[in-house]
């Protein structure tokens, strides 16, 4: 079954303190990407990766890192986190231009 | 730079009854055209997608949209709502490379009711 899965489901931490958003797929797609999803604000790329070793700013990257050392994995990096890092994130694969993007379940984050 | 406007914030119809959700976007040369629908506490799920070729481009669960150049719009439509179609629905935009840069639009959520 095609999956991408995203950990922890639900995060709370305190300002500061570094923390990952890990992402794993295991359909093989060259491309994966990160989002934030703000009320009002919709879904705004952070980063994507178009291979491995590959990775570019999207949107809003400021305060976050990524990393594509394995074509599978695309881990979400949060060196120190703000309460406007408060949010739900989302990992995104795809496997080309026909087909669709694939969505993981989300990862809500609270920096108190 | 490319960008999505829904317009529609909150959209309430009754079972039943016929949906349009309403996308206009910017871009400089021929869009790639999304519809995703996202169920509370899920990730997006794809409802149709236009490349190219026909306007009228039909999707999963009996949606469609119409991409209609003149106007820059992408609005999706469907005949009958039903109660399961309540969810939040987005409009993006991505540019002629395909994924590099997909510009979601601020989300419509629909509810239904009996």
Known sequence: ?112 | AQSVTQPDIHITVSEGASLELRCNYSYGATPYLFWYVQSPGQGLQLLLKYFSGDTLVQGIKGFEAEFKRSQSSFNLRKPSVHWSDAAEYFCAVGDSGGYQKVTFGTGTKLQVIP
């Open chain 1, 1 to 112: 079954e095609a999956q991408v899965t995203q950990n922890p489901r639900y995060l709370i931490t305190v300002t500061g303190k570094k923390l990952t958003v890990t992402c794993s797929q295991n359909m093989n797609h060259e491309y994966m990407s990160w989002y934030r999803q703000d009320p009002g604000l919709g879904l705004r790329q952070i980063y994507y990766s178009m291979n491995v070793e590959v990775t570019d700013k999207g949107d809003v990257p400021e305060g976050y890192k990524v990393s594509r050392k394995e074509k599978r994995n695309f881990p979400l990096i949060l060196e120190s986190p703000s309460p406007n890092q408060t949010s739900l994130y989302f990992c995104a694969t795809g496997g080309g231009i026909n087909s669709p993007l694939h969505f993981g379940n989300g990862t809500r984050l609270t920096v108190t």
